[in-house]
């Protein structure tokens, strides 16, 4: 008989965020592997016709809560759905800060196999009461997935069970045949993609422009991403005279994604950590333009360390280090056919289908 895999997610597609794409994928792949897979995840739009169109097409079975004008209704019906779901599956996976609170509550009444994955924010709070909640709800699982040794690390001193399993990425789909060129201004173009945020890092590179300018008078900044604090990063662009130097394109659809990403000559990323903990717990963005023959530059001191194969897929910095900034724009520069064949493999080696078997192998052992 198959084994039944439950996961519970806080976030999930056609929605955008990291951990729902990773739920997704784990999904897609334990069902590709035979596993018989329902999947717990919120509804996340008012008017949700997208999602459950989404939703019919999986090879699996989605179970979604409700959005309700009372959140504490809602948490309450996910509790519920998550039991009764409990009751039919041989192990539950729970990804996410709630869908953690919620398994580790669950699974103290409903005795099961269960696998905790952490991405990073939701190990690293500043409060002492959301720590204290996730600790011991951490505690309560037979095992924990960490996606970068930085998240491991974060947990390293509850003495918990520990493996880590970096993100992987379909690279068939993040595949550089037959796509059409963007034609970006600048030269070099680096890129970064992600919600425009202090977190990301978009920031963070603006500051470095007025330096990056005297070696490079050409280069171009392009910021591709919903953009929450364009406006603010702006106007400090401005105040530091480079705001031609900078394009924000806002949300894009996949077409022009994948176009602007092969007309890049540098996918950078120079995260920051959030004043209440949010932070980057590995950078799946950095390895879906290394598909695309793309060397990425990221920060020291996040989940992006095991995102870049250092001086192969790119280089991790100091994000503060503009002298060191230059310098690897031009290594990269100088070597780019050695940095995009790299960036290629080093992307293949986080094919799902290669990812998915570490998963499996600790799934068989779990009891």
């Not at 008989?1 to 994928?25: C, D, R, W």
């Not at 059409?180 to 970064?192: F, S």
């Not at 980057?280 to 194969?309: H, M, Q, R, T, Y």
Request: proline share 3%.
């Amino acid at each position: 008989m198959n084994k039944k895999i439950l996961i519970v997610t806080s976030e999930f597609p056609p929605q955008p965020g990291g951990i729902g794409n990773h739920a997704y994928n784990l999904g897609l792949y334990l069902s590709k592997n035979q596993f018989e897979v329902t999947v717990i995840a919120d509804q996340r739009a008012a008017v949700n016709d997208q999602e459950k169109q989404f939703d019919a097409k999986l090879p699996f079975l989605v179970k979604r809560t409700q959005l309700k004008n009372i959140r504490l209704f809602m948490y309450f019906d996910r509790v519920f759905k998550t039991i009764k779901a409990l009751k039919k599956n041989d192990l539950v996976i729970a990804t996410g800060k709630f869908s953690l609170w919620n398994v580790a509550w669950c699974i103290r009444f409903l005795k099961r196999p269960s696998l905790a994955v952490i991405h990073g924010t939701e190990v690293n709070f500043k409060s002492f009461g959301l720590t204290a909640v996730t600790n011991w709800a951490l505690k309560q699982f037979t095992q924990v997935i960490a996606v970068s040794n930085y998240t491991k690390d974060l947990v390293s001193h509850l003495n918990l069970k520990v493996t880590v399993i970096p993100n992987g990425i379909n690279t068939v789909v993040w595949n550089k045949d037959h796509l059409e060129c963007q034609e970006l201004k600048g030269y070099p173009v680096l890129t970064t993609v992600g919600r425009v945020s202090s977190r990301k890092g978009q920031l963070e590179v603006i500051k470095h422009l007025p330096e990056l300018i005297r070696d490079f008078p050409e280069i171009h900044y392009h910021c591709i991403g919903i953009p929450t604090e364009a406006e603010d990063f702006m106007n400090v662009a401005r105040s530091l005279g480079v705001e031609s130097f900078i394009t924000f394109h806002g949300a894009v659809n996949d077409k022009f994604l994948k176009a602007a990403l092969v007309a890049t000559d540098i996918f950078v990323m120079l995260s920051t950590e959030s004043i209440t903990g949010d932070v980057e717990g590995f950078g799946i963005a950095i390895l879906e333009a290394n598909a695309l023959g793309v060397p990425a530059i990221g920060s020291k001191g996040c989940g992006i360390e095991d995102a870049i194969k250092q001086n192969y897929s790119g280089f991790v910095i100091d994000r503060a280090d503009s002298e060191t900034f230059k310098v690897t724009i031009s290594k990269i520069l100088k070597a780019q056919e050695f940095f995009r064949l790299n960036s290629i493999t080093w992307a293949q080696s986080h094919d799902w289908n290669i990812i998915i078997e570490n998963y499996i192998g600790i799934i068989s052992c779990v009891r």
